[in-house]
């Protein structure tokens, strides 16, 4: 157990005095009077000041104790953030004493049982210090799980005082105990930030409940079943999809490689993403089974859906092409090329399929202009001479795509970004990561992806900006390469198309304005270049490539 002097002991005093606060406001509850109503706000005042004074302990033992390691501020932080939440349930109570002035009498509100309220209550903060001195994960859940109770309870009474409110009597105090009702509801939700809290003590990574809920079901499903105290999860990244991913491995470091599952890759989030994902893993699996990781688990729960997969090992392309060696590069593009070409031949369907890259702009509009609202043109005219608004060229250019059509399909990767490719230099192979949007389509969209996702790179020194853009030089050139051999004349015009789309929706996750206007503009000028040729030989048009470089 890891011990702070003087801060321990503060921790223990506030939460001995909530508890107390939460004792005097059940008596107050039973029998009111102005002395138990003054005892409550006397104590609330030590109960602030006594939270200052912990946040103040937390924040400097943090700034100035440079031998802490990471386990010890972790628990600090989960002490701070447990304090603040105890003089939330605090100032709660005081508030609860307050609404009872409102009553008609005073004895009106003993006809909802409230004391359910305050038995849960009573145990979930009798937990909290032997949960956290204890590290007891158990206990931590405990305390979480105060939440479903309360809401059960909070439900069963509400619904009463609904009914009660239609026959048309005693309003005020039911209005009264309803407002009372409120702020134990906000108890239970500080509580279950406590209960989280000493989660993250433990874990070292701040998870919700249902999050832990379904990694400990996904991880029960995959065959572990040691302690979870055994295990040591790791925040990697939150997608942009809005899945959580974190590693999970045995916190034993002698414990063999193949019972640490590599340290496997956890990814939760919305149900419908998590299953397309699994489904696009199973699909790759079947043709490439070396290409993707392999599942462990998967777990689904209402609305949500976890998965357990193999951890791959390498990095991303991305950080081998800002910060490798020339002949690294050079190889890992070589490999890189070699499966691109594989999958793309292996899947290739000799059917004609409808792209749709002007719609995905439309549909991302929302997001774009939320970070970046001066992206969206109005009509200008200057003379005779007239610039369409954004509106009226995206309208003009998905009439223009629907008349074209991609000669076959592929199966995808589907979000091809360069940071999505895992790149092993001792294995000689790349993997993919990042599926659930895989599906058969023009084989184009992935290649734009991937040139914008090296274009957006905010990197703007010479010398790697000259490495970002050889890798995009010789990405187009084997995707171009790849168009003729297989017979594809419209792949230039549809490649416009699939870079203005690109270089739009990037924008929204660019705060450089400089930078993301960059794109904004090779958006516009490809989308004006598309405008302007309707009506002509789509197999003749030529893409101006220099807008693939800054």
Known sequence: ???????????????????????????????????????????DDYIDNLKTIIENKCYSRIHSDKSLDKNQINRIRA?????????????????????????????FIKKYDYGEVFDIIFDRLAAILAAFRN???????????????????????????????????????????????????RVRDAQLNIGEAVIFSLLGERIKIEQFEALQQTLTKSGFSDSFADIDFRAI????????????????????????????????????????????????KQTF??????????????????????FLNGCT??????????ELVRNALFIFESTVLETWTTTLERLPVKTNYI??????????????????????????????????LLVRCAEIEDEMEAPFSVFIHGDFNINNVVYNNEAQQVHYIDLYRSRDFDYVQDASVF??????????????????????????????????????????ARMAFALARSFYTSTRFELNFKFAKEMYNRSMFLLEKISHYRGRNWEKFSLPTQVLHY
Request: charged letters at 30%.
């Open 1 to 43: 157990m890891i011990t702070f002097e003087g801060l321990d002991e503060n921790f223990k005093f506030i939460v001995l005095e909530v508890e107390n606060q939460a004792r005097s406001t059940r008596k107050f509850m039973d029998a009111p009077s102005r002395q138990r109503y003054s005892k409550i706000a006397n104590r």
């Open 79 to 107: 002490i701070q953030v447990m304090c603040v939440n105890l003089e939330k349930i605090a100032d709660y109570f005081v508030n609860i004493t307050k609404q009872m002035r409102y009553l008609d009498d005073q004895s």
């Open 135 to 185: 590290e007891d994960m158990s206990k931590a859940l405990y305390i979480c799980k105060a939440e479903p109770m309360l809401d059960s309870v909070y439900k069963v009474r509400f619904d009463r005082i609904m009914n009660e409110m239609g026959m048309g009597r005693d309003a005020q105090s039911l209005i009264t105990v309803l407002f009372i009702l409120r702020y134990f509801e």
């Open 237 to 284: 990244w939150g997608t942009r999809s809005g899945c959580r991913i974190g590693k999970v491995e045995q916190r034993d470091a002698t414990t063999s490689s193949e019972e640490r599952r590599q340290g496997s890759i956890y990814k939760e989030g919305s149900l419908e993403k998590i299953r397309k994902e699994r489904e696009s893993i199973q699909r790759w």
């Open 289 to 310: 089974p070396n290409l993707v990781a392999d599942i462990y688990g998967f777990h689904e729960d209402a609305d949500k859906g976890s998965m357990l997969v193999e």
């Open 317 to 326: 392309l991305d950080e081998v092409v800002l910060s490798g060696e020339d």
């Open 359 to 392: 719609w995905q702009v439309q549909s991302r509009l929302e997001s774009v202009l939320q970070t970046h609202p001066e992206f969206w043109r109005t009509p200008k005219s200057l003379g005779s001479a007239e610039v369409r608004s954004t509106e009226e």
């Open 451 to 492: 040139l914008v996702s090296n274009f957006r790179m905010p990197i703007f020194d010479t010398d790697h900006r000259g490495r970002i853009n050889s890798v995009i030089n010789q990405f187009y050139g084997f995707v171009k390469g790849f168009a003729q051999e297989h017979e594809d004349p419209t792949f230039e």
